[in-house]
């Protein structure tokens, strides 16, 4: 049986980011500006390294090509899936993603990207941008090019533990103050549609996207409806979040010893808080908040020790 495949975080600066990457995580985070922890990714801006066993050295790019069978054989061409930890210390900019026919045919093949966010912390009275009050795809190019943001973009209140699903074409940002992990379709295609007049250290703004976000928003915004469900165990507490069609995301709540069974093609794991271990097949592996890893294929059954909480995913 394979092991857990552990995964060096890559690091992305972004002028939004902050230090809680480094202040929470304890990452070697490259500045003070650090936006992005890409924590399970295959996307070729920012591969993860395998950190263990056979495997130590490879990134997962080289491994889903080398080792399907570490996958459950999959059709994809690419691995389908980025998980990342984002610190917005300020507001991100107000933006919108292609689904897969939009990005395949004007972004050269790539993936659209439809993503989800899990709250892990965020400052008192923190928001988010989460779809628009526009009724129809006139209104909402005249709101856009009239500038009417107050208006126009529908904020949301936050608090840690939320969980938000966002289909792709839905308008969105996240805002200062939050601190949260992102699964999402392995893409990194972003429509800027309004950037708050900001200006970089040369006087320059950033660059929008208004033709293709208003090709790609949905008219009117609908709320992505929500299941969630929660199953108590002995050793864990499984809430599952999501259910769709690009991805399942789950937090597992381990606190004692739980037993599990590996039954997808592989599962994604990150250990958001706490610490404990894994055990398969008899061999034990630490867990420490910060953690991310992959279990393959043919983890089969497996245990889980401690006091700790994961995000966990599928396919
Ligand atoms: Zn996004």
Known sequence: MTQPIFLQPI????????????DQFGYPIPSNHTGECWAIS?????????????????TLIQLWGEHPELFGNPKDKVFPLLTKILDAN?????????????????????????ECWYIIDCKEGAELIYGHHSSSKEELVSMIENGEWNEFLRRVP?????????????????CEGTLVLETQQSSDTTYRVYDYDRVDQQGKKRELHLQKAIDVSTVPHRDAELHILTEKRPG???????????FSVYKWDVNGTAEFVQEQPF????????????N??????PLNKGDHFILPTDTGSFTMEGKFTAIVSHI
């Open 11 to 22: 690091f992305q600066e972004r002028i939004w980011g902050g230090t809680a990457l480094k």
């Open 42 to 58: 295959a996307h070729p801006n920012g591969p993860s390294i395998v950190k263990n066993g056979p495997f130590k050295g490879k």
């Open 90 to 114: 300020t507001d991100l900019s107000v933006q919108v993603h292609p689904n897969d026919q939009y990005a395949a045919k004007y972004e050269n093949g790539e993936l659209g990207k439809t």
């Open 158 to 174: 936050v608090k840690p533990g939320d969980f938000f699903y966002v289909p792709s074409g839905t308008i969105h940002a996240l």
């Open 236 to 246: 864990v507490v499984v809430n599952s979040f999501v259910k769709e069609q690009y």
């Open 267 to 278: 599962l994604l794991v990150s250990i958001i808080d706490g610490n404990g271990e894994i």
């Open 280 to 285: 398969v097949d008899g061999e034990t592996n």
